[in-house]
C-alpha cells in the first residue's frame, strides 16, 4: 500500500494531528494531486482538517525542511517547483551513500534476503499494471531503502531515508516520465549482479540507474518578472 493510498490515522479518534496533515499532503504531491507552485493556505487547510492554524503551520514547517514546500515571511505556502540544481545535490548526495551501500553489501553475505528485493520489484510491477504513479515512486524508494537495510549500517539507512524522501519529491514534480518497466528492469539487473557477488558490476549498474533516473526528469525553467528577459530584448546603453 503507498502512502496515498493509506488510511486517515487520528489520534484517539479525536482531530488530525500535524503529521497525519504532512502525510496528506505529501501523498497528494506524490499523486500528482497538488502541482509544484500550488497554494497552500494555512486557514483554509485549517477548515479542511478542521484544525488549528498552529498544527497547520507545524506541518508545513516539517515540508519545507524536506524541500516540498517554499515558505517566505508574510506569504502563503506554496509547493515548491523542483529545480535541477537541487535535484543534482541528491542525486550527488545519494551516490555517495548508495555506492558505500553496495560497497558494504560485498562484505556481508545476505543471499538468503535477497529475495525481499524480488518482492518489492513485483511490488512495482504491479503499480506500473495499476497506473498508481505514487505507489511506483514509493515502491522504487523502498527498493533502496532495503538495499541499505541489508547492508547493515543504521546511520547510512536513516540519511538515505532522508534523500529519497527529496528524491521522490523531485520526481513527482517534475514533468518527466521518470519510472517505468525499465525501472524494474534495472533493480533486477542490480540484483543479479549482487546474487552473483560481482559488486563492481553492481556498483556501475546503480550509479547509471541513479543518473538515468535524473536524466529522465523533466524541470520548468525557472519564472521571470524580467520584462527584457521574456521577449529577449538587449538593454540599450
Same mark, same amino acid.
Not at 545535490?89 to 553496495?102: F, S, W
Not at 538468503?112 to 515502491?139: K, M, N, P, T, Y
Not at 527529496?166 to 520526481?171: D, F, G, Q, T
Not at 524494474?184 to 552473483?196: D, G, P, S
Given at each position: 500500500?503507498?502512502?496515498?493510498?493509506?488510511?486517515?490515522?487520528?489520534?484517539?479518534?479525536?482531530?488530525?494531528?500535524?503529521?497525519?496533515?504532512?502525510?496528506?499532503?505529501?501523498?497528494?504531491?506524490?499523486? &500528482?494531486?497538488?502541482?509544484?507552485?500550488?497554494?497552500?493556505?494555512?486557514?483554509?487547510?485549517?477548515?479542511?482538517?478542521?484544525?488549528?492554524?498552529?498544527?497547520?503551520?507545524?506541518?508545513?514547517?516539517?515540508?519545507?525542511?524536506?524541500?516540498? $514546500?517554499?515558505?517566505?515571511?508574510?506569504?502563503?505556502?506554496?509547493?515548491?517547483?523542483?529545480?535541477?540544481?537541487?535535484?543534482?545535490? $541528491?542525486?550527488?548526495?545519494?551516490?555517495? $551513500?548508495?555506492?558505500?551501500?553496495?560497497?558494504?553489501?560485498?562484505? &556481508?553475505?545476505?543471499?538468503?534476503?535477497?529475495?525481499?528485493?524480488?518482492?518489492?520489484?513485483?511490488?512495482?510491477?504491479?503499480?506500473?499494471?495499476?497506473?498508481?504513479?505514487?505507489?511506483?515512486?514509493?515502491?522504487?524508494?523502498?527498493?533502496?531503502?532495503?538495499?541499505?537495510?541489508?547492508?547493515?549500517?543504521?546511520?547510512?539507512?536513516?540519511?538515505?531515508?532522508?534523500?529519497?524522501? &527529496?528524491?521522490?519529491?523531485?520526481?513527482?514534480?517534475?514533468?518527466?516520465? $521518470?519510472?517505468?518497466?525499465?525501472?524494474?528492469?534495472?533493480?533486477?539487473?542490480?540484483?543479479?549482479?549482487?546474487?552473483?557477488?560481482?559488486?563492481?558490476?553492481?556498483?556501475?549498474?546503480?550509479?547509471?540507474?541513479?543518473?538515468?533516473?535524473?536524466? &529522465?526528469?523533466?524541470?520548468?525553467?525557472?519564472?521571470?518578472?524580467?520584462?527584457?528577459?521574456?521577449?529577449?530584448?538587449?538593454?540599450?546603453?
Amino acid at each position: 500500500m503507498s502512502l496515498a493510498d493509506q488510511p486517515a490515522r487520528r489520534v484517539g479518534g479525536g482531530k488530525p494531528t500535524s503529521h497525519f496533515i504532512y502525510q496528506s499532503i505529501y501523498a497528494a504531491i506524490l499523486d &500528482r494531486r497538488l502541482t509544484p507552485t500550488a497554494k497552500l493556505d494555512k486557514n483554509t487547510l485549517g477548515r479542511i482538517f478542521g484544525v488549528s492554524g498552529w498544527t497547520v503551520q507545524r506541518a508545513l514547517t516539517r515540508l519545507a525542511e524536506e524541500g516540498a $514546500v517554499t515558505l517566505e515571511p508574510r506569504q502563503i505556502a506554496q509547493i515548491t517547483r523542483p529545480s535541477e540544481q537541487q535535484a543534482r545535490q $541528491v542525486l550527488e548526495a545519494r551516490l555517495l $551513500v548508495e555506492t558505500e551501500v553496495i560497497r558494504l553489501l560485498g562484505t &556481508r553475505p545476505a543471499q538468503a534476503r535477497l529475495s525481499e528485493l524480488h518482492a518489492l520489484v513485483d511490488h512495482q510491477r504491479a503499480c506500473l499494471a495499476d497506473g498508481d504513479g505514487a505507489g511506483l515512486i514509493e515502491q522504487a524508494g523502498q527498493f533502496h531503502l532495503k538495499l541499505a537495510e541489508l547492508a547493515g549500517n543504521t546511520l547510512l539507512l536513516e540519511f538515505l531515508r532522508g534523500l529519497l524522501s &527529496r528524491a521522490s519529491l523531485n520526481i513527482a514534480l517534475s514533468r518527466g516520465a $521518470v519510472y517505468s518497466a525499465r525501472t524494474c528492469e534495472e533493480h533486477l539487473a542490480l540484483i543479479t549482479a549482487l546474487e552473483a557477488g560481482d559488486i563492481a558490476h553492481a556498483t556501475q549498474l546503480l550509479i547509471d540507474h541513479l543518473h538515468g533516473v535524473f536524466d &529522465r526528469m523533466c524541470f520548468a525553467p525557472t519564472p521571470t518578472a524580467d520584462l527584457h528577459a521574456a521577449f529577449k530584448v538587449r538593454r540599450t546603453a
